[in-house]
Every structure is written in C-alpha cells, then in structure tokens.
C-alpha cells in the first residue's frame, strides 16, 4: 500500500511540474506578444535550481548590456574568489623615529580602495598618532595610490553620466584623501613641517593603524542601492588579487573570465569592461547570468552572501516600488539594471510548488526604462503565480 501512495505522490509531482511548466511557457509566450517587441529585443532563461532544469528560455544566448546586473557578476566571482571574510584595509605607516613628541619621519597612508572609508575612519588615524604622543610631524604625508593604476575612469563610461571616481584612497567616496587627512592633522593640533606627496610605502615602514570593512559591509549598498563606486571598489579587490602592483580592470577582467572558465562557458564569447555595468561595452547573455546564479546557488558560502544583498520586490533597494502587489511581492530578490536603452533583472524567486527558480531578463532597445521593468514584473509574477 505504501508503495501505491509513493508512486501517486511521484506521479503527483511530475504532473504538477509539467502542468506549471506549461502554464508558464503559455504566459510568457503571450507577454512576448506585446507591440513593443516590435521595436525593441529581449532576452529571457529561466532556470529551475530545485530540478536542475531549465524552465524556459527566448534569445537566452543573444550577447545584451547587461546594465547594473553587472553587479551580480561582480558580487559573485568576487566571493568565489576572495570568500566571504574578506575585508577592505586602508592603512597607515610610519617610518623614523619619535624624539619627544616630534616624529622626524614621514606618515604613509596606503589605499585599498574602500568606499566605506569615511570621517571617522580619518578621526581614528589622527586619533593613533596622539595615543603614540606624537604632536608634531618633521617629514611628509605621503599617500600611496599603488594598489591600481591611474585611471580614474572606467573603459567606455559616458562623459555625461554621474561617473564615480576610481580612487585606490577615499574618504566618504571622494578623491580627496590627502587633503583631508592634511587639515585633519592641522585641526587637530599636529604642527606639519612637510607638505603632501604621493609615493610608495618603504618596506621598512611601520603599520600604525589599520581600518577595515568586509565585504558583506560593502555588498548592501552595492547591491540593493546600485551604487557603482562600491561594485567598482570590489572589482578591482579582484584585480589586486592578481598579485599585480597598479592593478587594471583587465586584471578585474581576467578574474571573471577565470570563473567564467569554471563554469564550462567561453570568456571569448563575453566582454567584461567594468564591475558595475556602466561600461558601453560590458556584453554577456541571459544564459551568461543564470549561469553566475547557478553557481552561486550549488556554493552556499557564494548563495549566503550575495542573497541577503539582493533587493527584494515591494520591500526594499532598487525594487522597493515594484511588484508592490501580487506573489511576486516579497518573494522575488534580485538585481536591477537601467541604462539608456537597456532594462535588465536577473535573480531569485520560489515558484508555487515550492522549487526554487533563478532567471535574467534583459531588454534592450527601449525608448524608456518602464516599459522593461513592466515586462519583468509580469514575468516574475507569472513565475511566482
């Protein structure tokens, strides 16, 4: 008898699964029939993680812009290859010696590129010099900028777009470490005889401070408010992991391609220009990002990382004001993209039988950015519904 009950259940399940599979496939076939695809492309994979098998897909190979879904590749080859402890470090150096109060020496300050560095982060190294009794400084401060090359702008970023500045040394996401930490000093009594230069630490400097940040710390905003500078900082944390000195955003580059490799796909196939999707350049695939997600999800140090980083429809970040309503609504998590032209969404969400689901979605060619995300939202509510 309970073998009966075991096969029915089993038989159950498989006509549940093809019947939702069906019913999806009739939906999204009848949104693809909208006027707009007249004039403008998509690109659409859906990708059932629970049975390993893919639900659907319409010009999944088809190389789009993949806009700030680009974040999520960043965020992704990033924990694969730093992991999920990692920290950005700036830090502070000394080299003479201290007669008195004066320090006859120079203060090194070398930059990890970390766009939480902030007020405070500048407080705490001025903060270390009085613990060490130091009130007066007969040398130079000198800022070492080494950790990547002098670009300070992304390959095929637009002029007349709000564009970070990409700056190993930063203080509340500016480029203006030195001056900054100058007038800190001054505010703070510290009487400087020397001026403010860029150089390299020696290597018999002295580590004083070290001020830190994880990568989890950095992933939040990245994700959920898009911000650029921080996809940007954790792109070039995998360019420095090269091991390269001035470290290139082909460094960054030929990280994504390595992981890219691990998932059996072809980097020559893509084109990876920045870690924040900016670029004009940046072309991957619908099948490109399910892949990232796939992998991702099979990796739960990956999974447990860059899921609580995803915005989640009708509740927060970047998709805060979409799918307010509806299944959709606090079950879908994941990444925006906007750029001119191109709309994009690529993530998570848990269909009514309970298996989990990864997609991408990207249109491109449209006049105005609603149109995409109105497309997106019904195609995540048809795969939640």
Request: charged share 20%; proline share 3%.
């Amino acid at each position: 008898m309970k073998r009966y009950i075991i096969i029915i259940v089993w038989l159950l399940c498989c006509f549940g699964r093809v019947a939702y599979g069906q019913t999806l496939k009739e939906t999204l076939d009848s949104l693809l029939q909208h006027p707009m695809f007249e004039t403008t492309v998509v690109g659409i994979e859906v990708y059932d993680l629970t049975a390993d098998s893919c639900l659907y897909k319409y010009n999944e190979r088809q190389r789009m812009r993949p806009a700030s879904t680009m974040k999520m590749i960043t965020a992704v080859a990033a924990l694969d290859e730093l992991g999920g402890d990692y920290q950005f470090k700036t830090r502070m150096y000394r080299t003479g010696y201290v007669e008195g109060r004066t320090l006859v020496g120079n203060i090194y300050c070398r930059g990890g590129m970390d766009p939480l560095f902030n007020s405070d982060d500048l407080s705490a190294f001025v903060e270390t010099l009085n613990t060490q009794g130091i009130d007066t400084i007969r040398g130079f401060i000198v800022a070492d900028y080494s950790m990547k090359d002098d670009n300070l702008l992304g390959e095929g970023w637009c002029w007349d777009d709000d564009n970070p500045t990409l700056s190993s040394l930063l203080v509340n996401k500016k480029n203006n470490f030195l001056k900054r930490f100058y007038h800190r000093l001054k505010d703070s009594g510290v009487v400087l005889y020397g001026d403010t230069i860029r150089g390299l630490v020696p290597r018999d400097a002295e580590v004083i401070c070290t001020r830190t940040h994880t990568i989890g710390q950095v992933l939040m905003p990245m994700m959920k408010k898009s911000d650029n500078l921080f996809a940007e900082c954790l792109f070039y944390q995998l360019a420095a992991a090269t091991g390269v000195r001035k470290a290139s955003a082909r460094d960054g580059a030929s990280q994504v391609h390595r992981i890219i490799r691990k998932m059996e796909l072809d980097p020559n196939d893509y084109y990876v220009a920045d870690g924040s999707g900016l670029s004009l350049y940046n072309y991957v695939s619908p099948h490109f990002e399910v892949a990232f997600l796939r992998y991702a999800y099979k990796n739960s140090e990956i999974y447990n990382n860059l899921l609580p980083s995803l915005p989640v429809a009708g509740v927060d970040g970047t998709l805060a004001k979409r799918m307010t309503e509806g299944t959709a609504c606090g079950n879908v998590q994941a990444k925006t993209g906007t750029v001119t032209s191109v709309s994009a969404l690529a993530g998570y969400c848990t269909a009514p039988n309970e298996h989990r689901l990864c997609f991408s979605i990207i249109n491109m060619g449209v006049k105005k950015a609603a149109q995409g995300r109105a497309f997106q939202d019904r195609v995540c509510e048809a795969l939640c519904r």
